[in-house]
């Protein structure tokens, strides 16, 4: 609970509207990951969905995807106060609270930071090499495909058999939805396990409110520089023991800190 509510302060957002977004299938994915570098470091997993229809697609974790649901639909309500609020949220946290937007030309990604809401753009522009190598994953013959991309190698399998450009977290520009895609460590590794049809709009697709437009160099990284910034905790927490658990932690975990994006580009 307590280091629950160090993470929840770092993300906590005060600021909700809408962005609807048009969806005609989803793939949902799981999440195997290791966001700390050191030794024996414990794989965590989540899920996530990608909404899409043919021109664009929109990624969430499945956590978030279904509390700015709740919170949509006024079945669960923000008081302002960050202890109360993460006590009602305690079971929809997710360690990626942004949404990204994809279109053929450009990726949108918004973000909290504190309690205020971030964004910014990127080309879509990922350089892929494929090759002549293939596997089934589910039912569908997949290809590969590699890239290199944010300071890592990444390994892509894609159907051409789903005719959509897209994939997870910010993965796309491939001739087939990309099934499965995974760092050459394996330290985040993404595998669809369902595809379906589907035909609704999604009213809370982005809930970040007033979002403002900056470079990603101003908030890239953030999560580890916020993981030192302990005055930030201590405007808030007022509990002696959690300040003493951030004050010794907070170093240690912000070294071995280990990003999907390990650089800008």
Do not use: H
Not at 141 to 170: D, H, L, S, V
Request: hydrophobic share 35%; with cysteine.
């Amino acid at each position: 609970m307590k280091y629950y509510l160090i993470l929840f302060v770092i993300i906590y957002p005060n600021l909700f509207s809408q962005i609807k977004f048009n969806v005609d299938y989803e793939a949902d994915y799981e999440l195997n990951y290791r966001d700390m570098n050191t030794p024996n470091a414990l794989v965590a997993k989540t899920t996530f969905a990608l909404l899409l229809n043919k021109n664009e697609s929109f990624f969430k974790n499945m956590n978030k995807y279904i509390l700015d649901s709740l919170v949509y639909e006024k079945k669960i309500s923000y008081s302002g106060n960050a202890y109360q609020d993460m006590k009602v949220t305690e079971k929809y946290y997710s360690d990626f609270p942004e949404t990204i937007g994809t279109t053929s030309a450009k990726m949108y990604i918004s973000l909290p930071i504190y309690n205020k809401n971030f964004r910014y753009e990127e080309p879509n522009a990922i350089n892929w090499q494929l090759f002549n190598e293939f596997k089934t994953i589910g039912k569908y013959k997949c290809q590969k495909a590699i890239a290199k991309k944010y300071g890592r190698t990444w390994i892509a399998w894609f159907a051409k058999e789903i005719p959509f450009p897209f994939g997870p977290y910010k993965f796309s520009g491939l001739p087939g939805l990309i099934l499965e895609v995974s760092d050459e460590r394996k330290d985040y590794v993404y595998t669809m396990y369902s595809f379906r049809k589907r035909k609704y709009t999604c009213n809370s697709a982005n809930m970040y409110k007033d979002s403002k437009l900056v470079d990603k160099k101003k908030v890239f990284d953030f999560k580890r520089k916020s993981m030192q910034d302990v005055n930030k905790f201590k405007q808030i927490i007022d509990d002696p023991e959690i300040i003493k658990i951030v004050t010794k932690e907070a170093p240690k975990m912000a070294k071995s800190y280990n990003p999907i994006e390990l650089s800008i580009y």
